[in-house]
């Protein structure tokens, strides 16, 4: 799986959508893209660079293809629900936080 050509050299840079990692050579990015990349998480990438071009400091990542993670500052996190929750294929947002860390217990987990 190759990277675009304009992939940014710098992990600074702010990767545009389009410029993404997508699961094929990058010879089929023009013919299969839509193929091989859920919908949803496409139009994700483009709306999370549309908030970003506005002012809000928000991020993406996403797991196995349809899983996708809208990271921000607790500040923001109803903001980017709602933004989120406007995409029409988005049914659901979770809003979570950081856990308190690891802990040693000695009453068992089952």
Same mark, same amino acid.
């Given at each position: 799986?190759?990277?675009? $050509?304009?992939? +940014?050299? !710098? $992990?600074?840079? %702010?990767?545009? +959508?389009?410029?993404?990692?997508? +699961?094929? =050579?990058?010879?089929?990015?023009? &013919?299969?893209?839509?193929?091989?990349?859920? +919908?949803?998480?496409?139009?994700?990438?483009?709306?999370? /660079?549309?908030?970003? =071009?506005?002012?809000? &400091?928000?991020?993406?990542? *996403? *797991?196995?293809?349809?899983?996708?993670?809208?990271?921000? &500052?607790?500040? =923001?996190? /109803?903001?980017? !629900?709602?933004?989120?929750?406007?995409? *029409?294929? %988005?049914?659901?947002?979770?809003? *979570?936080? $950081?856990?308190?860390?690891? !802990?040693?217990?000695?009453?068992?987990?089952?």
């Amino acid at each position: 799986m190759a990277l675009h $050509p304009k992939f +940014p050299k !710098s $992990p600074y840079d %702010v990767l545009e +959508p389009e410029y993404r990692w997508f +699961p094929a =050579d990058e010879a089929l990015r023009t &013919q299969g893209y839509e193929k091989l990349l859920p +919908p949803l998480v496409a139009e994700l990438r483009k709306a999370v /660079k549309k908030w970003r =071009d506005e002012g809000l &400091q928000v991020y993406f990542t *996403n *797991n196995t293809g349809q899983d996708v993670h809208l990271i921000c &500052q607790k500040k =923001d996190a /109803k903001k980017v !629900s709602e933004l989120a929750l406007q995409i *029409n294929d %988005v049914k659901k947002t979770i809003i *979570n936080t $950081p856990a308190k860390g690891a !802990s040693l217990t000695e009453e068992h987990l089952f």
